[in-house]
């Protein structure tokens, strides 16, 4: 068996991915190796039934950093650590007030989670991940 030396940095993010796809970092490591080599190459066509994966989001509230995943199928979130670790919501905006409130029970948790939640591996809003939908359309 051969070993890759990583720092302590990536690693964590190798153990955030292998709890949230319930398997060691080993097979993380597979699984991100297999998607890319599988990603189509600049010119392919993308066909339209992929599933996008998860995607890592965070949101620090007075200090405490909560990580979580979005679905950007769904738009669900399944929050990964801290008191709700393990609880999945059906919006970022449910999941960002109960994460708020269970930090601080005090104060009231309505938040947008489109603005509250960040992509971890941009640094961006979730917003950015948003589907717009087409003028004119319901909704």
């Known amino acids: 068996m ?6 302590d940095g990536a690693y964590a993010k190798l153990q ?11 097979a993380v490591v597979e699984r991100l190796l297999g998607s890319f080599l599988e990603a ?6 993308v066909e339209n039934n992929e599933k996008p994966e ?14 979580a995943l979005f679905d950007p199928t769904s ?10 670790g393990g609880n999945r919501f059906k919006s970022p905006s449910g999941a960002a007030g ?3 409130h269970s930090l601080k029970p005090q104060i009231k948790p309505n938040r947008n989670g489109w ?15 948003r589907h ?3 003028a004119g359309s319901d909704g």
């Not at 051969?2 to 720092?7: A, M, P």
């Open 2 to 7: 051969s070993t890759v030396d990583i720092d």
């Open 16 to 26: 955030l991915l292998a709890r949230a796809w319930d398997c060691d970092v080993s």
């Open 40 to 45: 189509p190459h600049k010119g392919e066509r």
């Open 54 to 67: 998860l995607v890592p989001i965070h949101l620090t509230y007075e200090g405490t950093r909560v990580d």
């Open 75 to 84: 738009t669900a979130v399944t929050v990964l650590s801290g008191a709700l």
């Open 98 to 100: 109960s994460v708020i």
């Open 115 to 129: 603005s509250t939640w960040i992509v971890s591996a941009t640094g961006h809003l979730l917003q950015t991940l």
């Open 132 to 134: 717009r939908r087409p």
